[in-house]
């Protein structure tokens, strides 16, 4: 497979595989053609190359960087704004983590939280704050078991991935 196939096909299959971890489509073939371009990228070529809009390369642009994904950058003479991705995948995955707590298991930590005490004696009330206070204890352990992978190294990861599969 020549080089711009090759990069054509991990492009696509990155912007699908996006909507797994959070983000649309636009916003993960950017981050993907980052990923593997050799030097950073204005907008202007980051559109040229995706086919996409001004405004929806910039939307994405800054979202990837409140991701913690992108980083600005600036070429000596030039006034344009570069883009480059971060390439070290343990960072890709912490940053990826970082933003599915926050946007997706805090919040439902919150919830369970306010609607943990129910009214009543009734067996339908016990059941359902049985059931929530399970809930609550799943997404708790893995909301500490997050937070330790997030401080780990990836040394640290590696080794205890392989140990679980052995």
Known sequence: MELQAAKQKFIQSWGALGSSWGINRTMAQIHALLLVAPDPLSADEIM???????GNANMNIRALIDWGLLFKTLKTGDRKEYFIAEKDMWEVMKCIITQRKKRELEPMLK???EISAVDGNAPEDQEFEKVIQDIKLF???ADAS???LLKADSNWFIGTFLK???
């Open 48 to 54: 040229e190359e995706l086919q996409i809009s001004r």
């Open 139 to 141: 997404s708790s352990k």
């Open 111 to 113: 919830v369970l939280d």
């Open 164 to 166: 679980m599969i052995r």
């Open 146 to 148: 997050l937070d330790t």
